[in-house]
């Protein structure tokens, strides 16, 4: 069965620092990785998305890191702001079929001013 | 305007209701979902239409009735729901669905259903 999860539930960081989360996948043979920002009242939004033949990509003030060897992703956010606030979802795609995402529960990152 | 929208936000309903979410996307896309959130728990994976046919259904209950008439338009009929049925309903859209081809989902901000 899938287990993407989460090391950590929960995220505390002062405003200007950077934070990362990270995502721990079991399926060697995932192939595409996402990360989605969920505000509260919202619906999941997505941040950046990585290839299983890279290993970072960079966005916006985003990094997504994978460790294939050891089967993690992580997410890091510069200059971590308070808008910045909110859960955090990684998800993982088999490779079968793309609609099979596999989500993990969320990181809920809090910002403090 | 948003590129996935859904309504109602929220919905009351007892058990013997029927009611109908509905989805609307304007990416030009061809598949679209349903899942489900429940609090802590991960996003559950409920129905998958590309171009209109349905592809997936994840051993959702017969009380959940999808619906898609075309590739921009996404309903879930409920009827004789269950107080455990009480979650976040999202839609999602992507371009398509195909094996490997590694597409993101965008999601529309759902609808909050609550069985009384």
């Known amino acids: 069965g899938e287990s993407v999860g989460l090391h950590l539930p929960t995220l505390s960081v002062q405003e200007g620092d950077n934070s990362i989360i990270n995502c721990a996948y079991s399926n060697s043979a995932s192939d595409y990785f996402i990360w989605y920002k969920q505000e509260s009242g919202k619906g999941p939004q997505f941040i950046i998305d990585i290839r299983s033949n890279m290993d970072k990509r960079q966005g916006q003030r985003v990094t997504v890191l994978l460790n294939k060897t050891v089967k993690h992703l992580s997410l890091q956010i510069a200059a971590t702001q308070p808008g910045d606030s909110a859960v955090y979802f990684c998800a993982e795609n088999y490779g079968g079929s793309q609609g099979n995402l596999i989500f993990g529960k969320g990181t809920k990152l809090s910002v403090k001013p | 305007e948003t590129g996935v929208t859904q309504t109602p936000r929220h919905l009351v309903m007892g058990m013997t209701n029927k009611k109908s979410l509905k989805c609307e996307q304007h990416?030009?896309?061809?598949?679209m979902y349903w899942y489900k959130q429940s609090a802590k728990k991960p996003l559950e994976l409920m129905f998958v239409y590309n171009f209109k046919e349905q592809t997936e259904n994840n051993s959702v209950p017969s009380r959940f009735s999808p619906e898609c008439p075309n590739s921009s338009h996404l309903f879930l009929h409920l009827h004789t729901l269950q107080p455990e049925d009480s979650a976040l309903y999202l839609c999602?859209?992507?371009?398509?669905?195909?094996?490997?081809?590694?597409?993101?989902?965008?999601f529309g901000d759902g609808t909050r259903l609550s069985i009384l």
């Open positions: 990416l030009g896309h061809n598949a």
């Open positions: 999602a859209s992507s371009q398509d669905y195909q094996t490997n081809s590694n597409q993101p989902q965008h």
